[in-house]
C-alpha cells in the first residue's frame, strides 16, 4: 500500500544529497515523520501546502516500515501514517512534483492514487 509524503522542494533537495531526514520542521517538532494515506493526501495538500508552488509529493511503501510506522488518530479522529524514525532515500518509491495549476489547484501525476 502507497502512503505519502509532501516535501518543499529544499526539503526533498536535503534528502537526496543527504540519504536520510527526520522531515520537515513540523516533524521535528512532533517527533515523527507527517505521512498521509492516498486518500488523505488530497486534503493534506489543500489544507497545508495550498498556493506552494515548490512541492514534491513522494511515494513510499507502508510495509517498509515494520513497527516503526504507527496509524495514529488525527485529523477528524482519521488514522493517519506517522514515521517514528528517520526517512531514508532507498525508501521512494516513486517521487514527482506537484505543479500549480492556473486555477491555483495542485495537479496530481497521473500515477498518484
Known amino acids: 500500500m502507497l502512503i505519502y509524503k509532501i516535501f518543499r522542494r529544499a526539503e526533498w533537495e536535503a534528502l537526496e544529497r543527504d540519504g536520510e531526514t527526520a522531515g520537515a520542521p513540523i516533524d521535528l517538532q512532533d517527533g515523527y515523520i ?11 495538500v489543500a489544507k497545508y501546502f495550498a498556493g506552494y508552488d515548490d512541492l514534491m509529493l513522494v ?4 510495509d517498509d516500515f515494520g513497527e516503526d510506522l504507527k496509524w495514529e488518530p488525527s485529523r477528524g ?6 514515521l517514528y524514525r ?21 495537479v496530481f501525476p497521473a500515477r498518484f492514487g
Open 34 to 44: 507527517h505521512i498521509s494515506a492516498a486518500e488523505q493526501t488530497r486534503e493534506t
Open 59 to 62: 511515494a513510499l511503501e507502508a
Open 77 to 82: 479522529g482519521a488514522l493517519f501514517p506517522h
Open 86 to 106: 528517520k526517512l531514508r532515500r532507498d525508501e521512494v518509491v516513486w517521487a514527482e512534483p506537484l505543479e500549480l495549476g492556473a486555477d491555483g489547484e495542485h
